[in-house]
């Protein structure tokens, strides 16, 4: 059973900085995407970043500059780094993962997604 295991979250004062990570266990052949989702209260989730297993990133321009994702596949875990953190960025940060699964010897692909984790910035 895949899981994908979130850490990192907390209250920060604007201006902070908090590290997310999210480790992807189970049963894994190969991961395709990882990347980092948020969704406030009475908003629709929005993509934050998205690294590919060949390292390039995608990033949204309300964070560009401010958050870092990076991933370390040793360890199948992908990190947001999280700098000059501002009130808006409050909200519940889920990670995704695209990874491929052997079944009867054939990969087939599938979208994961973690539990979520809290940030919350105050002013």
């Known amino acids: 059973q895949v899981q994908l295991v979130e850490s990192g979250g907390g209250l920060v004062q604007a201006g902070g900085s908090l590290r997310l990570s999210c480790a992807v266990s189970g049963g894994i052949f190969r991961i395709n ?4 989702y948020r969704q406030a209260p009475g908003t629709q989730r929005e993509l934050v970043a998205t ?3 060949g390292g390039s990133t995608n990033t ?4 560009k500059g401010r958050f870092t994702i990076s991933k370390d ?7 947001l780094q999280m700098n000059s953190l501002k009130p808006e960025d409050t909200a519940v940060y889920y990670c995704n993962a695209d990874l491929s699964r052997l079944w009867s010897g054939v990969p087939r692909s599938s979208t994961y997604w973690g539990q979520g984790t809290q940030v ?3 002013s």
């Open 120 to 122: 919350t910035v105050s």
């Open 73 to 79: 596949n040793a360890k199948n875990t992908v990190y």
């Open 60 to 63: 949204a321009d309300s964070v």
């Open 33 to 36: 995407v990882m990347g980092w």
């Open 51 to 53: 690294i590919a297993s």
